[in-house]
């Protein structure tokens, strides 16, 4: 059998795990079955980290029974985002299939996608027909995608995640960057080739729990905002502006009431309201610009963004 360098395939389906032991067998057998309908040579690429079950002997199982099923164990945790990343530098495909491990992404729309990016197009992304997440996550959903179109240089979809597909030109410049906190969809939106949509399949998980907590949404909503706009810093500056220009305003009422109508100057309280909302302000500045300088700092290092622990059927 040749090496994996020596080998081109017409698609590579590139998925981050994390403690999917029981549904990775369906989602194996199910892209074999629809790989084998679309008659195209392929590759499966399993990216995972740290588990707290048996992900790893299920994956080192499933490269047991077919060599096209291979594995990519990282050696911390990474996240999503960054995994697939470490899937991208090692996939051989003309075209690569994004898409997550928990069974909410149906293999069985991948040859729709494949069919749409034929018509030329070098992105090709799916819309879910629902959201299967709970009312609360879902309104934090659409709240989220609201500011980002807002903020953003880049828009966002609403029901996006991350199964698509991409051609290999996408992925070779999507390999160009090399953030530490990388946002895949937003960089695929940067770099700007042509781009569609088609509607897919709304999977429920039916194993496992999510791995993204109401907190790491907050989380990814204020690293994509960052890394993708300096709008918070111009908006920063307008209210200081605005700020400083009602001061003016207030010392300006305060001066008609002491030299017109001689009334005192009173307002302990009005002071102590002032001064918290002023400092309020103030760190909410320092915050914000903090963030950005500390993403400045981790950049500067040039660490690596990943660490390979093992590779199970690739070469590369």
Request: glycine share 6%; hydrophobic share 40%.
């Given at each position: 059998m040749?090496?994996?360098?020596?080998?081109r395939?017409?698609i590579?389906?590139?998925?981050p795990?994390?403690?999917?032991?029981k549904?990775?067998?369906?989602?194996?057998?199910?892209?074999a079955?629809t790989?084998k309908?679309?008659?195209l040579?392929?590759e499966?690429?399993?990216?995972?980290?740290?588990?707290?079950?048996?992900?790893?002997?299920?994956?080192?199982?499933?490269?047991?029974?077919?060599?096209?099923?291979?594995?990519?164990?990282?050696?911390?945790?990474?996240?999503q985002?960054?995994?697939?990343?470490?899937?991208?530098?090692?996939?051989q495909?003309?075209?690569?299939?994004?898409?997550?491990?928990?069974l909410?992404d149906?293999?069985?729309?991948?040859?729709?996608?494949h069919?749409?990016?034929?018509?030329?197009?070098?992105?090709?992304y799916?819309?879910?027909?629902?959201?299967?997440?709970?009312?609360?996550?879902?309104?934090?959903?659409?709240?989220f995608?609201?500011?980002?179109?807002?903020l953003?240089?880049?828009r966002?979809e609403h029901?996006?995640?991350?199964?698509?597909?991409?051609?290999r030109?996408?992925?070779?410049?999507?390999?160009r960057?090399r953030?530490?906190?990388?946002?895949?969809?937003?960089?695929?939106?940067?770099?700007?080739?042509?781009?569609?949509?088609?509607?897919?399949?709304s999977?429920?998980?039916?194993?496992g729990?999510?791995?993204?907590?109401?907190?790491?949404?907050?989380?990814?909503?204020?690293?994509?905002?960052?890394?993708?706009s300096?709008?918070?810093?111009?908006?920063?500056?307008?209210?200081?502006f605005?700020?400083?220009?009602?001061?003016?305003?207030?010392l300006?009422?305060?001066?008609?009431?002491?030299?017109v109508?001689g009334?005192?100057?009173?307002?302990?309280p009005?002071?102590?309201?002032?001064?918290?909302?002023?400092?309020g302000?103030?760190?909410?500045?320092?915050?914000?610009?903090?963030?950005?300088?500390?993403r400045?700092?981790?950049?500067?290092k040039?660490?690596?963004?990943?660490?390979?622990?093992?590779?199970i059927?690739i070469?590369?």
């Amino acid at each position: 059998m040749q090496t994996d360098t020596k080998i081109r395939y017409d698609i590579s389906v590139v998925i981050p795990v994390r403690d999917e032991e029981k549904n990775i067998p369906e989602l194996s057998e199910r892209l074999a079955m629809t790989m084998k309908r679309m008659e195209l040579t392929y590759e499966v690429i399993f990216v995972t980290d740290i588990n707290t079950d048996r992900t790893l002997d299920v994956l080192r199982e499933c490269h047991a029974h077919d060599d096209r099923f291979k594995v990519i164990k990282l050696s911390g945790r990474t996240g999503q985002h960054i995994a697939v990343v470490a899937g991208l530098d090692a996939c051989q495909g003309d075209s690569v299939v994004l898409m997550d491990g928990d069974l909410q992404d149906f293999p069985e729309d991948i040859p729709k996608l494949h069919s749409r990016m034929l018509e030329g197009f070098d992105v090709v992304y799916g819309i879910k027909e629902k959201k299967n997440d709970s009312m609360i996550r879902n309104i934090f959903s659409k709240s989220f995608v609201r500011v980002m179109n807002r903020l953003s240089d880049y828009r966002v979809e609403h029901s996006t995640n991350m199964f698509r597909i991409i051609s290999r030109r996408t992925v070779e410049q999507l390999n160009r960057f090399r953030e530490n906190e990388q946002s895949l969809t937003g960089l695929i939106s940067l770099i700007g080739f042509p781009t569609d949509k088609v509607l897919v399949t709304s999977g429920e998980r039916t194993a496992g729990e999510t791995k993204y907590s109401f907190f790491s949404q907050v989380n990814f909503a204020i690293s994509f905002l960052l890394s993708f706009s300096t709008k918070p810093l111009r908006m920063i500056s307008i209210l200081g502006f605005i700020v400083s220009a009602l001061s003016f305003l207030y010392l300006g009422v305060v001066v008609i009431q002491v030299l017109v109508a001689g009334t005192a100057v009173m307002g302990w309280p009005t002071l102590v309201v002032l001064m918290t909302f002023l400092g309020g302000i103030q760190l909410l500045a320092l915050g914000v610009i903090g963030e950005y300088i500390s993403r400045i700092f981790i950049e500067s290092k040039k660490r690596p963004i990943y660490i390979v622990e093992e590779k199970i059927g690739i070469t590369k």
